[in-house]
C-alpha cells in the first residue's frame, strides 16, 4: 500500500512539474517571466509532494491508532488492564489476522482480528485517496498560479530552506534526545544507588536477585574498577599510538617523496577501516597468547586476558588517528618558517623539532585528544582481549575491564529495564559520556587557539 | 661543480674582476624540471657593499638570490649547474657543508616569517644552534646586540618574551633581520624585504640596510627602482632568466648600456 502510495506521488509530482514547466514556458514566449519555467515545475513539485508525504504519516499514525482501538473493544475489557497487556492482545489479533495465529483462538479474538483487517484496509484505502485528492488539488493550484509576475524561484528558495532546516532540526533534536534520555535514566539509577557509591565504590558487581532468596543477590555498583580499567587500557594504547603515530606523521609531512606518501597514508587509513571486531580476535588470538608466553618465559603470571594485549592492539587501532591529523597540521605549518630555518642553517631534524613541532602542536595535542577519546569509547578489543572481570588493578597483566564493555554485558540478554542492574548502563554510558565529551571539548578549544596563530 | 656546456654568449655578460669580488657567479645556469628558469649567468658581488638585483617578475631573481645560499637545495625538482664561489671557495663542492654555509650566507624573505617563539627566542635560534654562545650572559649580549643592529631594541626591550609573531609587519621584518645578523654573517641575502611593508616602516628597513653595509656583503632583490637608487652601490638588471646588465648603481640608471634596460627603467616595461 504504502509503495503505491509513493508511486503514484512520483509519478503525480513528475507530472505537475512537467505539466507547469511546459505552461510557464509558452507563457514566457509573449511576455518576460519574473521566473525561469524550470522554478515554476519545481515548486509545483514540491507542493504536490510535501502535502502528500505528510498525509500519509499523519494518516498512517492515527489510523494505526484507530485500528487498535477498534480492534481491542472487541475483547474481553477485564483482561487489557494494562498498556504491556493490550500490547500482547493486539499482537495477537494482527498475527491472527494475517494467518499466523493458534487454530484454537477464542470468539472475541477471530472478532477482533476480523474488525483488524476490515478497517486496516478501510483505513489504507482512505489514506491513500485523501493524499491523492490532495496531490491533484495542489498540482491544480500550481497550474493556476502561473503569471509572469509568479515569484516561483523565490518560493522554491524557501522550500528548500525549511527542508534544509528539517534536516538540522532533525539531527540536532536527536542528539538532545539521546542526552537528555541517558540522563533521565541515570537519575532513576541514583534513586536505587547513591552516587558517592556509584562514583567512589571499589566494588563493581552489577548482580541483583531475580528472586529474593537468590545467591549473590546483592548487587555492588562501585565504577572505580572500571575506571582504572579504562585508564589503564587507554593509556597503554595512546603510549603506543603516540610515539608511531607521531612519528609516522613526521616521516611522511617532511621526509617521504610524494611517491611514497601518496600510497602510504591511504593505507595507513585502511587500517582506520578495518572492523575493531577484527581487531579484537586478532588481539585475543594472537597478540594474548604471545604476551602470556612472553611473560611466563620471564617468570612473570599473565592473565590469559590482559590489559596488556587489548591496549597493544588498541594502540596499532588509533594510529591512523594520530598520524593522518598530525600530518595534516605538521603540513599545514608554513613553509616560509622551514624556509627561515633553514636559510639560518639548521638541518632538517632541527628544524622539525625546534621550529615545526612547536608550531604544529597544539594541533598534535588536539589529534592525540581524539585518539584518547575513540580509544575510551572502543569496546570489542576490550571484550574480546581483556576480559570481563572487574578487578581493580593498575598492573597491564591482570585481566581487566572497562566502561563499555560493561554497558554492553549488562545490557545483552533479556533484562528487567527497571533493575539497577540495568539502570547502571545509563549512568555508565553517562560518565563515559562526559569523559569524551570533555576530551573533545578540550580538543577543539586548542585546535581553535592554533587557528589563530597564523591568519 | 662542471661548467655547463659552453654557449655562445655576449662576452660583455662576464665581468672583468675590477671590484674585489666577495662573491663569484660563473655561467650559473638552473632548471625547474624542464624550465630553464637562470641562463648563464656570471656575475661578481663586492664586499660591504649593497648589490641589488631588479627586473619584471618571473625572470629569476629569486632564483639566482637562493643559489647563493643553495637554498635551492630544498627544491628537490630543482638542478643548478656552473660555478659560484665565496671569498674563492666554491660553495656547491661536495665536500663542503651546506649548514655553514648557510650560517655564512644569511636570508630575509619577501614575508616576515618569524617563528612562532618568543621575540628573545627568535634571535636566540640560530646562535643556539651553532653554539655560538657559551653561557646565557653571552647569549644575552648576542641577542641585545642584534636586535640594536636591526634598531629593534627601543621598541621591543620591555616585551622580549612576547611572541615574536605579534608584532607588527615591519617589526617582524625587523626581527627577521636581527635574527639573520646574530650568527654574524658575511652576506646577507635579501628577497623584496620590503613588499609587506608600508613606506615608514621601509623608511626603517632602507636606513638599516644602509647602515649595515659597513659590515655585511648584503644583496637585495627589490621590484622599486627608487629603492634600488637608494640603497645599492652595485644593480643588476635580469630579464627572461639572463643577465642583462650590471654595473655601479650610478651607470646603471643614469646610463644603462642595454636598450631592455633602460625600458624597464624607464617603466616602458615590466
Ligand atoms: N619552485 C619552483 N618550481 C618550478 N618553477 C619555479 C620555482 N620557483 C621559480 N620557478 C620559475 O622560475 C622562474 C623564475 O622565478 P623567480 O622566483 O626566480 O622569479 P623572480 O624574478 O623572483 O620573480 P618575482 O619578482 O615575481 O619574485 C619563474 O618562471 C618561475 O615560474
Ligand atoms: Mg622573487
Redesign the interface.
Known sequence: MTGLYYALMVALALGAYFLVRARAAALANGQTLHSRPNYHGLLAAAQVILPMILIHFAGSVLAARFVEQQALAAMDPALLTDELRRGAAFREIREFAIGRGAANATQALQAGAAMYAYLSALTNWAVLGLGLAVGIAMALFSLRSISSEFRARNRFERVVRYLLMACATVAVITTIGIVFSVLFETFRFFQKVSPIDFLFGTHWSPQTAIRADQVGSSGSFGMVPLLVGTLLISTIAILVAGPIGLFAAIYMAEYA?PKFRAWAKPILEILAGIPTVVLGFFAALTVAPMIREVGTALGLGVASESALAAGLVMGIMIVPFVSSLSDDVITAV?Q????????????RS?TIT??VL??ALPGIVSAFMLAISRAVGETMIVVMAAGLAANLSFNPLDAVTTFTVQIKTILVGDQEFDSAKTLAAFALGFVLFFFTLTLNVIALAIVRKYRE??D | MSFASPMIQEPASVPEPAVAAKVAARHVNVHYGEKHALKDVSVDIPARAVTSFIGPSGCGKSTFLRCI?R?ND?I?ICRVTGEITIDGKDIYDPRLDV?????RV??V?Q?P?????SIYENVA??PR??GMAKNKTELDEIVVNSLKRASLFEEVKDRLNDPG?GLSGGQQQRL?IA??IA?SPEVILMDEPCSALDPIATAKIEELIDELRSNFTIVIVTHSMQQAARVSQRTAFFHLGSLVEEGSTEQIFTNPKDKRTQDYITGRFG
Open positions: 617523496s608554513p616560509s618558517l622551514r624556509d627561515g630555518s633553514y636559510g639560518m642553517g639548521a638541518t632541527e625546534k621550529v612547536p608550531a596563530q597564523y | 645560499n637554498m630544498t628537490p649548514v655553514l654555509l648557510r650560517a644569511g636570508m624573505f614575508k616569517n618569524p617563528f612562532p617563539k635560534y640560530g644552534l651553532h609573531t627577521c635574527r639573520a650568527v
